[in-house]
């Protein structure tokens, strides 16, 4: 089992991040992980806190002489805003966010936020301060999510499975579909687009949107290749793939749905449109060593890489949809914590979007979810057996293998 579980507050000291389940020999590194933690600071909309942060994940257990032992790996990523920064009431954060009891008065968030946790979350945990629900459901969380992410990227990449984003709609900007993705180039743009004039109208509105103390949702597409066919199950509902794939990246703040490959468009179509015609063997690609490249291959990918929960060997793909950000700088109409009387909602320093770091967020989740599911069919307590045991299976997959030929 490949599993992370995450601890820290949006302007504590750090976030920590605990992995288990990485089979031992895996190549692995900070600076591999820091590639990861630059890009989710990175996008055009982004607030200022990503001008203080230099998002690092120090490595602490699990690792020696670059390799994985196969214990759990713990990494922590400091928040550098705790000891240089202020909080809104103008004292450091040391002071507003101090383990200890604190001398002088720590002003507490009484305004609401529609849109965030502090409601349901002072509710359910009987709190008079939403700083108590805020500093834990912020998007900040997501770094350590990150750095669990790379951790399980780096596992599947000795696997050769590739994970990658794009953003698709920003604001209600669609951008066009290229035939084919130039990842390099989709890394250059402010707002991780494959669609150069919608870049550009993207840009636009997310100046429009902070001109307007406002901002804007999207959507975006994470897209893994190179995973066998087969993984997950029809079993139970809480195996399929599709089943957790989908809690995954609805785990992410702002997510408010999420499809896999055509989703919800086929709704509108008939299923001679929709499902994915598998090519006859004659247009299959064999490897060097009899195994074909993508077994049982389709003329289409209209179901996103999964049927019946499980893998078909297409490309993965599974979309998200992110909704604006609560915290706005022109605050909506709120009531106080305290009277129910009506106030404008608290804002403290945010950013107008964040949709293009959503995508490499999704990448982290759908690379835990996959990782968990390779480890589930193929075990190994090291990558080497790992791949013994995936190249084994490979070998039974499709008319033409040898063990079919045994059985028939």
Known sequence: MFRFLTAGESHGPGLVTIVEGVPAGVPLSEDYIRVDMRRRQRGYGRGGRMEIEKDWAEIRTGVRHGLTMGGPIAMLVENRDFSTGNGPDGKPWTHTMSKMPVEGEVTPIHRLRPGHADTPGISKYQQDDARNILERSSARESAARVAAGAVAKRFLEELGVEIHSHVVNLGGVVAKQPDAFDWDIIEESAVR????????????????????????????????????????????????????????????????????????????????????????????????????????????????????????????????????????????????????????????????????????????????????????????????????????????????SEARKTKS
Request: charged residues 25%; glycine residues 12%; aromatic residues 6%.
């Open 193 to 400: 687009c494959a669609d150069p004039e919608a870049e550009e109208a993207m840009i636009k509105a997310i100046d429009a949107a902070r001109e307007a103390g406002d901002s804007l949702g999207g959507i975006v597409e994470i897209i893994a290749t190179g995973q066998p066919i087969g993984l997950g199950t029809h079993i139970q509902w809480d195996r399929k793939l599709s089943t957790r794939f989908a809690a995954a990246v609805m785990s992410i703040n702002a997510v408010k749905g999420v499809e896999f490959g055509a989703g919800f468009d086929q709704a509108n179509l008939r299923g001679s449109q929709v499902h994915d015609v598998i090519k006859p063997i004659e247009e299959w690609e064999a490897k060097p060593d009899g195994t074909w490249v993508r077994p049982w291959p389709r003329r289409t990918n209209n179901s996103g890489g999964l049927e019946g929960g499980m893998t078909t060997g297409e490309p993965l793909v599974v979309r998200a949809m992110v909704k604006p950000i609560a915290t706005i700088s022109n605050p909506l109409t709120s009531v106080d914590l305290t009277t129910g009387a009506m106030e404008q909602a608290h804002y403290e320093r945010s950013d107008i979007t964040f949709v293009p770091t959503c995508g490499v967020i999704g990448e982290a989740m759908v690379a835990v979810t996959l990782a968990d599911a390779v480890l589930e069919k193929f075990g190994g307590d090291h990558i080497d057996e790992t791949r013994r045991n995936l190249k084994s299976y490979l070998a039974t997959v499709g008319p033409g």
